[in-house]
Every structure is written in structure tokens, then in C-alpha cells.
């Protein structure tokens, strides 16, 4: 049985509405995933990995993030003509209903591969790759009409520039689009603060903690963010462990939610987990805590598994995890700290009951026969946030 789509705009949807809820760019990859590594192998030396899968990476995490949790996704990136582009493009158009329109395929490029190896709750990754072969507002035009973009701060590709030189996102916020920027590492770590300058076109922003003050020039995340939230409506600042911060000058919202106690696996796509939960409420018109509590248990759930877009979790995931949280506090012997998610997470009460049984959860996605990403969390009690493990097929 296939699993059943949820929803959670319905409520918002009008005939003469935007086709998708989100769109986004960039580069996908290949991502071949080895766990369960006791170590690297030394030089001239061959180890054994205990499991493996592989599925789309790079922006096609934050795709198919969003598109798990019932946003209509839409994603633009160059793909090759070999057996690794046919493979990524399947997974993201037919499994994971990512529309792909705006993609276009290229012969003779090879397409972008990334092989990761968790030891010890750390991983190492080696990459190749070749540029794309047409810049990416060229390869788009103007993009499908979006409630909301999600797109880096380019210095390629820059934001808010004028009418000759207007970048894809540019167009999409025309087209009535909310831009929601995030930014990556600097590899000069020149951190040039006029990169921020591209903040005057976006509805948010949402760095880490460690770009959030080496680009303010800062030296708390706090900080950071009172600096960012004079440049855009909605800033928002991540920290890990330490949680994350908001400020929603549209609301007059000022909000924190601490991160869930859970033993991370993997980081990779954790950041566009979030993303994607972030966008969902900032559509749905929720208040800000509860989006960023949203945000934190969707990449909570992402980090106790391995594997990027395989980590994504659906709203069956979700609903697992709240009828768990809500049993535990009810048994009335979980402790203080399952009762304070309990009453953090509360309104999920209004949300989860709408979620179908068969509702979408983390999917397999791999090269072989059958997904084989051992090593992952098993389902633990809500204070560990209990959650399927990543080779688990959706149907």
C-alpha cells in the first residue's frame, strides 16, 4: 500500500493560488552512504562497512524535505545523461514527488557524486564534480509561481540586482514569492558583511550560529541575531545543541526553543530539515515559537539517522513521535522533561489528528535492491524522540 499524502495547507489553497509552495535550486549529488565503520582504512588497507544506501543529495535534501512534509515541492538543478542522473531524477520525481520541470538534463556532464563514512558518529566525505553547464537562472527562466523560495546568498548569482541581471529567486519574488536565504561556509573566511546586503529582498534568513556571527561580526548567536533582524523580517539563528533563536518583526515575536535530547548520528541535511519545517509554519501562520519547536523536531528526528534526504522524515513520522511524547507524559512517570515536550509540543493536538495512518515516513532510496543503512537509531522511548530507521521503505 502506498503511503497517503498529507496536506497541511489545504486549509490555504484557493484555484487561483501558486502552483507549489516552495521552489528551490542548486546541485545535486549522488550521496553513497557507508555505516557502521569501526575505522578509516589506512593506506593500501580495505574495510567492511556494516551498512549502505544511497539517494539524491545537496539541494535535493532540502527538496525532499519539504516535499515529505506535504509542501508542494518544486526543485531546479543540471542533471547528467549517465545511470547516477537517472537514478536521482526517479527517486525525486516518482518517490518523492518532487516536480522536476524546471530541471534540465545535459549530455556528456557527469553528474555530481559524494561518498560519506560514518565512524564513530563522525563522518568524512570525498566529492567529485564538474561546474553546472549554464548558469542557474539561464537554465530556469522565470520559475513557477511559489509562496515562498528558498535560496542561498550568492556572490555568482546575487540577489536584488538590477532588472538586466535579476537572478531566478529575484523573478520568483516578483511573482509574489516570500525568500527565505540561507548562506554556507566561506572558504576565504573573509565573512564579507556585504553579502548581507542581499537581506533588503528576503522575507528571512537562516544562518547557523557560526556564519550568523562571523558575517554580523559578532560575538554571541544572540547578538547575531538582534544585528540580522535589523536587515529582514524574520531572522533566524540555529546553535546546534543549544537550540534555536527567532525574531519575526511582522509579529512583534520574539522566541527560543531548546534543542530535543536525542543522540545525533549523521548532521547532514539537518539544516534543511529545519528549513523546510520553518517554511511549512511560516506559510501555515503559526506563532513563532511553535515553528521553531516544529523546525527542532524535524531535525531532531533527521540527526538519529543516517544518510541526508534518507533521514527526511514524514508527517507519519511526526505523528509517531507525538503519540509517543503524549503516552509517556500521560503514564505519569516520564519525568519533568518529557512533561515540558509534552506541553511545548501541544499543538500538534490540532495538527496530528489530521494525519492519515498510512501518512508518508522516511523512505528507501538506494542503488540496490533494497536499502541496507544499518547502524541507525532504533526506535527509542520520546526522550531519545523515537523514530524509524533510515532504510525503511515508505510502503
Known sequence: MSAQAYDPLAGRRSPDGPEFDVFTAGTVFLDIVFTGLLAMPAAGAEVWADGMGSCPGGIANLAIASSRLGLRTSMAAAFGDDDYADFNWRILSEQESVDLSRSRRFQQWHSPVTVSMAVDRDRSMVTHGHPAPMPMTQMIGRPPRSRAVIAPLSAEEP?????????WADLARKDGALVFADVGWDPSETWSATVLDQLSVCHAFMPNAVEAMAYTGTDTPREALYAIADRVPLAVVT????????????????????????????????????????????????????????????????????????????????ADWWHEVRAASASGHSGAYID???????????????????????????MSRHADVAGAAAPAGPQETASETAGKDAG
Open 159 to 167: 540577489l536584488g540586482s538590477g532588472d538586466e541581471q535579476c537572478s
Open 340 to 366: 515540558s515536550l509534552a506541553r511545548r509540543y501541544a499543538f500538534l493536538d490540532t495538527l496530528v489528528p489530521a494525519v492519515p495512518v498510512g501518512a508518508v515516513r522516511r523512505a528507501a532510496a538506494t
Open 239 to 318: 546553535d546546534g545543541a543549544n537550540g534555536a533563536m527567532a525574531i519575526d518583526s511582522t509579529t512583534g515575536e520574539e522566541a527560543y526553543a531548546p534543542a530535543l535530547r536525542v543522540t545525533a548520528l549523521d548532521p547532514t541535511g539537518a539544516g534543511d530539515v529545519f528549513g523546510a519545517g520553518l517554511v511549512l509554519g511560516t506559510l501555515s501562520g503559526w506563532p513563532l515559537a511553535d515553528r521553531l519547536s516544529f523546525a527542532g523536531v524535524c531535525s531532531a528526528l533527521a540527526v538519529q539517522q543516517f544518510g541526508g534526504s534518507l533521514a527526511a522524515p514524514g508527517w507519519g513520522d511526526i
